[in-house]
């Protein structure tokens, strides 16, 4: 059984964003200036009036030395450029690997073969849409928490969840210049898998680096059998296996937000009333000045702080777009499958199966023939998503239900996506609900590796991806396929619906039987 091992974070140097409180500093040095210097209107003596001004005068000097002060930290804070530093490990090596992706066309070599196999149809997707899309994740800036890690451990193999405040750059162009541009603060997440005993490795299979073939982590360190490529378990090891993105400012972003609800509440009522005073006479200026900077601290304060709540409140809501999320739902949900799954496979691990999932759902979505992909067994796709150019995982999963018909499982999940959508030349985000429904012989145990499916052909024997080709990449022969009817009986739930699954399903993981738009 799945448990936490261990929460950590990795400290990154940053620049540090300008003290707010040298701006307050500053503001409040200059206002006692003014209000000494406003006694020179008054009719007193001209040597205390003299004496004021000057005091006057120094402390608008303070004041001023204290807002350049302030204005040579934040020009400073916002020229900063963080950059990804592959010596800090896995995060850092992928994220700088996915910017060299979307720049130079350079396919990731830390990721799993689904995730490599999305980004290739995406591109497919976007050559055909005549787009090309620019993206860059930075880290932000500030003084944030730097990386973070929840390592999670299984029988088979350890998963760390990674995450961090980046800026994320979103830009899409077309032969005639940009026709989409985006900037948003995320926090995004990397699922990290790990062989920790490599005593294991002869049961664990993953997909060859090199050729795609599926061989058990052991054939592989011996040579690919297909290849004849040797890897070492470094090679295989550690791999992202999910990524997703989750709307979040950094602390930079959120003092800025206080700091800014702060100066125009305070500015706003020291003028109003300022104006108020004067308009009504009667009072001396000192006076009028003193109760407005009382007003101004009290009242506009009072104020600043509050709308700088709701608009820090209301960041925690703001999802991008994405619909709405039902958090209780969305919490045991997670919970429910992984105890349902463990009671028929010891060796189930959420964090594989979520990765799986979002892998299925991309290629099901993105590749220009559905109806070659093994995985994929609904009569028609939803048309809008062949004009999806863009697809951003939340984290968001719940589950719908769970039926068995014999050793058959049954699983409904719905998925929340926000999605970037080619339409009449424009391009459009959009928060998606997927559902996704997989069916799955409980009989048989899943085995512990990284590849979604693998079959192997009744030719030639080889071992081979059957989520992406159903046709033997070794042999030339096609993965023999069977109605479903004629293997499980009829749908009782969906008669109308004609499912496909491969004739040697029982050693595949799961399938994706229905993609529906909500």
């Known amino acids: 059984m799945a448990f936490f091992s261990g929460i950590s974070t990795q400290k990154r140097d940053s620049a540090s964003e300008a003290d707010g409180g040298e701006l307050f500093r500053g503001a409040a040095f200059i206002a006692a200036g003014v209000l000494a210097a406003s006694f020179m209107t ?103 928490y730097g990386t973070g890690k929840v390592s999670r451990k299984s029988l088979w193999y350890t998963t760390d969840m990674m995450y961090e405040n980046v800026s994320r750059k979103l830009s899409f162009e077309n032969e005639n210049g940009p026709v989409y541009e985006r900037d948003t603060e995320m926090a995004m997440y990397e699922i990290v898998a790990h062989s920790p005993n490599e005593a294991q490795t002869q049961f664990i299979r993953v997909t060859c680096p090199n050729c795609g073939a599926v061989n058990s982590v052991s054939k592989l360190g011996e040579g690919c059998p297909y290849c004849g490529t040797v890897f070492q378990i470094k090679d295989l090891f550690p791999r992202v296996i999910n990524l997703f993105f989750i709307r979040s400012n950094s602390s930079a972003k959120n003092g800025h937000i206080f700091r800014q609800s702060m100066t125009f509440s305070m500015s706003g009522v020291f003028l109003v009333m300022l104006i108020a005073n004067i308009v009504r006479g009667g009072q001396p200026l000192p006076l009028i000045l003193l109760a407005s900077y009382f007003a101004a601290v009290l009242v506009g304060g009072f104020l600043g702080f509050i709308v700088a709540d709701i608009r820090l409140v209301a960041t925690l809501f703001d999802h991008d777009g994405m619909k709405h999320l039902p958090i209780l739902k969305w919490g045991s949900s997670k919970r429910k ?182």
Request: glycine share 8%; aromatic share 12%; net charge positive.
């Open 42 to 144: 008054m009719e007193i003596a001209s040597v205390v009036k003299l004496g004021l001004l000057a005091a006057g005068v120094v402390l608008c000097a303070v004041g001023v030395k204290w807002i350049l002060k302030y204005r040579k930290d934040n020009k400073a804070f916002e020229d900063f450029v963080p950059e990804w530093d592959k010596g800090r490990g896995m995060y850092d090596r992928f994220a700088k690997e996915l910017n060299l992706w979307y720049e130079k066309g350079i396919t990731p070599q830390d990721c799993d073969g689904d995730t490599a196999y999305f980004l290739k149809l995406q591109k497919e997707r976007l050559d055909k849409k005549g787009l090309k899309l620019h993206e860059s994740v930075v880290p932000s800036k500030g003084t944030s």
């Open 337 to 518: 499958i992984k105890n349902t799954m463990l009671r028929y496979d010891k060796n189930f691990s959420f964090d594989k199966f979520e990765g799986q999932l979002v892998s299925l759902v991309r290629m099901a979505v993105l590749a220009e023939k559905p109806e070659e992909l093994a995985c994929y067994r609904a009569d028609a796709r939803e048309p809008l998503f062949s004009d999806i150019l863009e697809m951003t995982y939340t984290n968001g999963i719940c589950l719908n239900g769970i039926r068995m018909e014999g050793n058959i499982m049954h699983m409904s999940v719905r998925t929340w996506w926000i999605n970037h959508y080619e339409e009449h030349g424009k391009v459009k985000k959009s928060g998606d609900c997927i559902d996704v429904t997989f069916r799955r012989n409980v009989e048989k145990q899943e085995a512990p590796g990284f590849s979604i499916t693998s079959v192997s052909c009744p030719g030639c024997g080889g071992s081979f991806d059957a989520v992406r080709q159903k046709k033997c990449p070794y042999c030339g022969s096609k993965a023999k396929l069977v109605h479903f009817y004629d293997i499980y009986g009829k749908d009782a739930t969906h008669p109308e619906r004609y499912a496909w699954a491969c004739a040697r399903f029982p050693q595949c993981d799961s399938y994706v039987s229905t993609i529906e738009k909500w």
